[in-house]
C-alpha cells in the first residue's frame, strides 16, 4: 500500500489549504484513514480520522472546527480542508492508512495506523 499526499504550500495567516492522499496498492478498500502533523523539534500530533465509508469522523481538539476530513472512495483519496491557518500549524503533514474499517480505539495514536505516506509541507506566513 502507497500513499502519496500532495497540496501543502505557503500560505497567509488566515488562508486556507486543502491536502489531498491518494491511496494505492492492494487494500480492502474499507480502510479507515487519518492525518497527522509534525513540526520541527515537536512529536507527530494526530489531526483527523475518517472511517472507510466517510460516516464517521473524529477530530483532535486543537484543529476542531477548522479542519474538515473526508474522502472520495472513487478516487481513493482523503482530503483534509484546512482554513483558518495559523503561523502554528506550520509542519509536515502526514496521511496513514489503518488496519481498521471503524474509528474503533484510539485513532490518535500512531500505533493504529499501518502505512504512511512520506508527508506534504505546510508553511503559514505570519
Known amino acids: 500500500v502507497q500513499l502519496q499526499a500532495s497540496g501543502g504550500g505557503l500560505v497567509e495567516t488566515g488562508g486556507s489549504l486543502r491536502l489531498s492522499c491518494v491511496v494505492s496498492?492492494?487494500?480492502?478498500?474499507?480502510?479507515?484513514m487519518g492525518w497527522f502533523r509534525q513540526a520541527p523539534g515537536k512529536e507527530r500530533e494526530f489531526l483527523a480520522a475518517?472511517?472507510?465509508?466517510?460516516?464517521?469522523?473524529r477530530y483532535a481538539n486543537s484543529v476542531k472546527g477548522r479542519v474538515t476530513i473526508s474522502r472520495d472512495n472513487a478516487k481513493n483519496t482523503v482530503y483534509l480542508q484546512q482554513n483558518s491557518l495559523k503561523p502554528e500549524d506550520t509542519a509536515v503533514y502526514h496521511c496513514?492508512?489503518?488496519?481498521?474499517?471503524?474509528?474503533?480505539?484510539?485513532?490518535?495514536?500512531?500505533?493504529?495506523?499501518?502505512?504512511w505516506g512520506q508527508g506534504t509541507q505546510v508553511t503559514v506566513s505570519s
Open positions: 496498492g492492494r487494500t480492502s478498500g474499507r480502510t479507515a
Open positions: 496513514a492508512a489503518s488496519r481498521f474499517s471503524y474509528l474503533a480505539g484510539d485513532t490518535s495514536d500512531s500505533t493504529w495506523y499501518n502505512y
Open positions: 475518517i472511517n472507510w465509508n466517510g460516516g464517521e469522523t
